[in-house]
């Protein structure tokens, strides 16, 4: 039985289990809390970096960041999120690397809200951080993705960043993206575990 540390809200951990339940290696996997917060959680032994998802495999290795774990699963699965055509595989590696961006830019700005004084936050790097997000987001609404029968790695990202953009900015993005929404939508329609994985801020 393989393990994943991850914690609730953690956008990342979301893609591992979405992408579990798609690949039906959910049942293979069992879902441990972990606090990065927490100097004690042995996380920092699995992971050097401190950083979250991990997957703890069988035999003790441990698998980070979320692009690896996901290779990992979906080579035990047989090659389903990542395709294997070279035009089809990097055109998901290249939006899985753009929804990852919006989440890193996303995840940077919540950082200096949370553990930064009010006096002390850096406007300027917010913006840097907010201006990211929506390059990333105006070039996509002009040219939406397509939802695989069975979701790509990229698919799988994209739909965890709006879902983070949801939950930790009040859902501000969807006003000004109508096609995003109805992709989203349409997404959360066709991957049940997108609903199931969802936290409420």
């Known amino acids: 039985m393989m ?6 809200p953690s956008p ?8 579990a339940s798609l690949l039906n290696l959910d049942k293979d996997i069992n879902v441990e809390t972990a606090d990065t917060n ?23 290795m441990t698998l980070f960041d979320s692009r690896v774990i996901m290779e ?3 080579h035990l699965a047989g090659g389903r999120i990542v ?11 290249r939006l899985q690397a753009l929804a990852d961006g919006i989440l890193d830019a996303s995840l940077l700005q ?12 850096e406007q300027k790097w917010i913006d840097y951080q907010k201006d990211k997000v929506k390059r990333s987001l105006d070039v996509l609404e002009k040219d939406i993705p397509s939802i695989d029968a069975t979701p790509d790695v990229g698919q799988i990202a994209l ?4 879902g983070y953009l949801d939950l930790r900015f009040q859902g501000a993005w969807r006003k000004s993206y109508p096609k995003l929404v ?15 994985t969802k936290v409420e801020a």
């Open 83 to 93: 395709p294997a055509e070279p035009g089809a595989r990097f055109k998901a590696l």
């Open 72 to 74: 990992y699963l979906d």
């Open 3 to 8: 393990i994943l540390r991850t914690s609730a």
């Open 38 to 60: 927490d100097p004690a959680d042995n996380l920092r032994v699995q992971n050097p970096l401190g950083k979250i998802p991990i997957l703890v495999l069988a035999d003790g």
């Open 110 to 121: 919540m950082y200096e809200i949370r553990f930064r004084t009010e006096d002390r936050r």
């Open 159 to 162: 739909a965890c960043a709006l």
């Open 182 to 196: 109805a992709w989203l939508d349409d997404f959360a329609r066709r991957v049940p575990s997108f609903a199931k």
């Open 12 to 19: 990342y951990g979301r893609k591992i289990k979405i992408a």
